[in-house]
């Protein structure tokens, strides 16, 4: 008959290990799930608590520099020539018509040459940040002053855009043998300039 292999000491070994394990979902039924893991979840709130803390009186110590940048800010919006310094479309748009007539005045000296031919306000086109106000325009302008008067609208303050032109070559009968005289071209185009106020597109 063969010995067994199986000691007393092994015996006391297995069921230590086995005390180990039911200690061990004691434990974890009994004590951590219902102490232990709600106190660290408190506890890790409670950290993120103070780091929110932290934050907001970070952001409190900074707020005079950041009311100082803010009035900076508004300051700078007041004093910016870019845009246009009436306060509703109509205005503007007249605004910009004396522009137009202005630099013609400036270029086209002969009103033979170049001359304006109509001009009126404009309200379509996409939304845009700020507020655009349109004034469509037509001149009959040598090449020469044409070029002048757009550089003029466009290098100066408040900023003004020139858009959509259209230059046509008038064609007109000359009898055989006469002399041909130069005719001015018909040229269309759009000045937009942009009012200090939001456009539906920012809100």
């Known amino acids: 008959m063969t010995p067994s292999r199986f000691q007393p000491k092994d015996g006391r070994f297995l069921a230590v290990v086995l005390l180990l394990i039911v200690l061990m979902l004691v434990y974890l039924a009994g004590i951590h799930w219902w102490f232990v893991a709600p106190h660290l979840q408190v506890s890790s709130d409670m950290q993120d608590l103070r780091d929110q803390q932290l934050r907001f009186r970070q952001t409190i110590a900074e707020k005079p520099e950041i009311e100082k940048r803010l009035a900076e800010v508004r300051a700078y ?21 004396q522009r137009l007539k202005a630099a013609m005045s400036e270029h086209a000296k002969d009103e033979s040459r170049c001359q304006n031919v109509s001009t009126q ?4 086109g996409e939304e845009e ?67 200090r106020q939001p456009g539906k597109a920012a809100k």
């Open 121 to 124: 306000s404009y309200n379509g």
């Open 129 to 195: 940040l700020y507020k655009r106000v349109t004034v469509q325009a037509r001149l009959k302008c040598d090449l020469e002053p044409l070029a002048a008067i757009l550089y003029d609208l466009e290098n100066g303050k408040p900023y003004l855009f020139i858009d959509q032109v259209m230059i046509y070559k008038q064609q007109t009968y000359t009898p055989p043998g006469a002399k041909v005289a130069p005719v001015p071209l018909d040229v269309r185009f759009n000045v937009n300039g942009y009012l």
């Open 77 to 97: 919006e007041q004093g910016n020539q870019a845009f246009l310094s009436e306060t509703d479309v109509n205005a503007a748009s007249a605004a910009l018509i």
